[in-house]
Structures are given as structure tokens and as C-alpha cells.
């Protein structure tokens, strides 16, 4: 399963890092993906990196602010987050579609499999 920690109650402005890890198996074989929800919003996907980790990508309202990374051999992937806003607070999933690369259909981050996610809160 994947699992997400690291969800905290930070200030505007402050910085957190939040990681998915696998238990029962690898990541280091899969893109993963990260989505928050928040209470009445869509899901929004924010963010993926490929299996090398060579290939990240973004959605606008995270851009410049967010930063994925992966150590395979610590079978981990982290989401550096910095000058949050209060329109960041959800609660944040990582997702694969276990294959190596971040696929798009219709502008959405294809997925199949998630955790139970991690809350961000960013007070304001």
C-alpha cells in the first residue's frame, strides 16, 4: 500500500514536506503521482514524477512553490512545499498507475491506486 505522512498545520508563508512510501513493494519501477482534496473542491492533481526521477511536472497553482523528488533507494517520494497558502490546505494522496511514466488523458494525471493521504493544513 502507499502510505503519506508529514501533513502538519503550518503558517502562510512557512515550508513543509510531505512523503509517500510503499509498503509491500517498490516505487522505484513507478511514476508516481500527488492530488489533494480539499472539503467541497474538485480533486485536483498537482504534481508527477516519472520512475527515474528525471521527469517532474506541475500544475499551475503549484508551480515555482512545490517540488517532487524520489530516492528509489530509500523507496520514497517527496513533496517539498514551500510558501504555502491557505488555499493549499487539503488533504494530500499519492498515486500510481504502475507503469513508469506520468501519463495525461485529457489533461488528467492517470492513476488507479492512492493512499489514504496526509492533512495540510496552512493557516492564515
Known amino acids: 500500500r502507499l502510505v503519506e505522512s508529514g501533513g502538519d498545520l503550518v503558517q502562510s508563508g512557512g515550508s513543509l514536506r510531505v512523503s509517500c512510501t510503499a509498503s509491500?513493494?517498490?516505487?522505484?519501477?513507478?511514476?508516481i503521482i500527488w492530488f489533494r482534496q480539499a472539503p467541497g473542491k474538485e480533486r485536483e492533481e498537482i504534481s508527477c514524477?516519472?520512475?527515474?526521477?528525471?521527469?517532474?511536472y506541475y500544475a499551475d497553482s503549484v508551480k515555482g512553490r512545490f517540488t517532487l523528488s524520489r530516492d528509489n533507494a530509500g523507496n520514497a517520494v517527496y513533496l517539498q512545499m514551500n510558501s504555502l497558502k491557505p488555499e493549499d490546505t487539503a488533504v494530500y494522496h499519492c498515486?500510481?498507475?504502475?507503469?513508469?511514466?506520468?501519463?495525461?488523458?485529457?489533461?488528467?494525471?492517470?492513476?488507479?491506486?492512492w493512499g489514504h493521504g496526509t492533512q495540510v493544513t496552512v493557516s492564515s
Open positions: 514524477i516519472n520512475s527515474s526521477g528525471g521527469l517532474t
Open positions: 509491500g513493494f517498490t516505487l522505484d519501477n513507478f511514476a
Open positions: 498515486a500510481t498507475e504502475w507503469s513508469p511514466g506520468c501519463r495525461i488523458i485529457d489533461g488528467r494525471y492517470q492513476y488507479n491506486y
